[in-house]
C-alpha cells in the first residue's frame, strides 16, 4: 500500500478513493478555462468525486515553435489562481525550470515534473523545496525502477508529499505504449501512482509539426489502469475537443466524463 499524500484537501494514496486529476492541456483563455473548471467542478460536487484540477499555464516542449504555447506563467498562474478560490478546488500544474517551481508553489496545491524533465535535479529539488507536493511524470524513455532515483532526489528536500505518474514508454517512432506493469513497478516505491491516460494514447511528432493521438483508446486504458491498481487517474477533457489548441486528438469530451468516471469509480472498489 502506497502512502497518503495531501493534495490541497484531495487525498491520494493509501486507503484513499480513486482520486481525478483532471482538466484542459493548456489554459487557452481565462474564459475557457473557468467554463471548464466550472462543469468539473459541479460534477465533482454531484459524483462526489475528489478531484484536482489541471491546466497548463505554458507548453514548453510543442513541436512546432509555431504552436500555440499558454497564456504565460503570471497570467497563468492568475487563471489559476481564480480557480482555486472561487470553485473551491486544488490546482496543479506543470513547471519547466527552479524560477518556476518557486513562484508556481506559491498559487497552486500540486507541482507537476514533466515526463521529458524528470531527471532535472536543479528543477526536482526546487519543486521539492517548495514543500507542495510534487507530481513527477515519469519520462517516456526511462524504465519505472528507474524511478527510485527521481524519488530520491525529491526525497532529500525532506519532502515526502510525492506521486508518481505513468504516461506511456516510447515505443518505435512517433507511438506509445501503456505497460500496466509500471503501474506496479512504482507503487513497490511506496508513493501513490497516477495513471496518465490521454497523454498514454499519444503519437508524438505524429501530425508532422504536432503531436498526434488515439484518443478513443484512453478511457480503455483507464479502466485496464484502475484494475490493476493505481491510485488515481490523469484525464485531460475539453468542452470541444476538435477546437482544442494542443492535444486535440487525445482529450476525453467533457460529455463522457460523467459515465466514465462511474465506470472507474466501480471498478475501483471491485478491486480495492
Known amino acids: 500500500m502506497t502512502t497518503t499524500v495531501n493534495m490541497g484537501g484531495v487525498k491520494i494514496g493509501g486507503k484513499a478513493p480513486l482520486a481525478l486529476i483532471a482538466g484542459p492541456c493548456v489554459i487557452e483563455s481565462r ?46 498562474l492568475d487563471v489559476l489562481a481564480e480557480v482555486r478560490e472561487t470553485l473551491k478546488v486544488p490546482v496543479l500544474t506543470d513547471v519547466h525550470t527552479p524560477a518556476e517551481a518557486t513562484r508556481a508553489g506559491a498559487v497552486v496545491d500540486v507541482i507537476q515534473i514533466p515526463a521529458f524533465l524528470c531527471r532535472q535535479t536543479d528543477l526536482l529539488l526546487a519543486a521539492g523545496e517548495t514543500g507542495k507536493p510534487v507530481n513527477v511524470k515519469k519520462g517516456q524513455f526511462l524504465a519505472p525502477w528507474d524511478m527510485k532515483n527521481v524519488v530520491a532526489k525529491v526525497e532529500s528536500t525532506g519532502n515526502r508529499a510525492i506521486i508518481l505518474t505513468e504516461r506511456g514508454s516510447s515505443f518505435g517512432y512517433n507511438n506509445l505504449v501503456a505497460d500496466m506493469r509500471s503501474l506496479l513497478e512504482m507503487v513497490a516505491l511506496g508513493y501513490p501512482v497516477v495513471f496518465d491516460a490521454t497523454h498514454s494514447v499519444q503519437r508524438p511528432g505524429g501530425g508532422g509539426s504536432y503531436t498526434a493521438g488515439d484518443g478513443k483508446w484512453a478511457p480503455h486504458l483507464a479502466r485496464a489502469a484502475v484494475a490493476t491498481g493505481c491510485d488515481g487517474v490523469f484525464i485531460e477533457t475539453h468542452l470541444n475537443p476538435a477546437e482544442a489548441l494542443s492535444d486535440k486528438e487525445n482529450a476525453v469530451p467533457f460529455t463522457r466524463m460523467k459515465t466514465l468516471w462511474r465506470q472507474l469509480r466501480g471498478i475501483d472498489e471491485l478491486v480495492g
Do not use: M, Q, W
Open 31 to 76: 474564459s475557457k478555462c473557468l467554463a471548464l473548471a466550472k462543469r468539473l467542478a459541479a460534477l465533482a460536487r454531484a459524483e462526489n468525486i475528489p478531484l484536482v484540477f489541471k491546466a497548463s499555464y505554458d507548453k514548453a516542449n510543442r513541436s512546432s515553435h509555431t504552436a500555440y504555447r499558454g497564456p504565460g506563467l503570471e497570467a497563468g
